[in-house]
């Protein structure tokens, strides 16, 4: 089925427009609308050229404790030789728009929307923008947790369409999940999904549990439970939500309504605080 990512444009708001958005900041959770992703708020990464971020989350006191999570887009034959700087990061990288070479290990792999590929720490690649257009993706990285008797896990390059989505339990198919990752492979401490759900599926409780979660809107609109409120959400929205945060959602159609979810998963907690 065809997918149309959102993915932000820049630019600015006019001089004339009123200043109320959606942005929220918590303890519990925060909601960063499409809306405030203009010019201003960029980053410039070291060793990426005709490239620019939005960084949407970063580990920080109050704020994201697992994972940092970059819109990047690139443009034509930008890219990067040495993309990440840090030898215990992994990452996920999720291709919305345009289309990319991925160096992986001497391998060369072509990329395009609906792309996924997990890099595990220490991993040798490099990307640039193959097409005539920006290459646009998401990039999520986290601090990966070695366990002694685990292998190190290995890397990962497919594509949405060739990961069959699973049906959650007594929902006649109208909520899935796209789990690029093997579930029960514990060499890996994070998984990146599609959720999807059909025009009026619900989650029918207030999940609330250990994992941290990074959330953006790929597609569609919902009404979302965070913490003790309901919060509309729409393409190109990012959630975050702290452990424990209780979640659920409403469908609101006319469309399907799909994020790309980040959780930390497979390891022991930690017993002091970082």
Known sequence: MASNF????????????????????????????????????TSALPHWDGTRAWVLARPLS????????????????????????DAGAEA????????????????????????????????????RASGETALR????RKRFQPVEGLGAPDPIV????????????????????TRFIDPADLRYDMHVNIVNFEPGAVIPFAETHVMEHGLYVLEGKAVYRLNQDWVEVEAGDFMW????CPQACYAGGPGRFRYLLYKDVNRHMPLSLP
Do not use: N
């Open 6 to 41: 959102y993915f932000p444009e820049g630019g600015l708001p006019g001089q004339s427009e009123l200043l109320t958005g959606r942005a929220v900041f918590t303890e519990a959770y925060a909601v960063i609308p499409k809306g405030t992703m203009t010019d201003i708020v």
């Open 62 to 85: 109050g704020f994201a404790e697992t994972f940092s999570q970059y819109l990047m887009e690139v443009l034509p034959g930008g890219g990067s030789e040495q993309p990440e700087v």
């Open 92 to 127: 996920v990288l999720f291709i919305s728009d345009g289309e990319g070479q991925l160096t992986l290990d001497g391998a060369a792999h072509a990329l395009r929307s609906g792309s996924f590929v997990y890099l595990p720490a220490g991993t040798d690649w490099a990307l």
């Open 137 to 140: 993706f998401h990039w999520i």
């Open 158 to 177: 497919t594509h949405e369409d060739a990961v069959t989505p699973s049906a959650m339990p007594d929902t006649d198919g109208r909520w899935t999940t």
């Open 241 to 244: 939500l702290r452990a424990f």
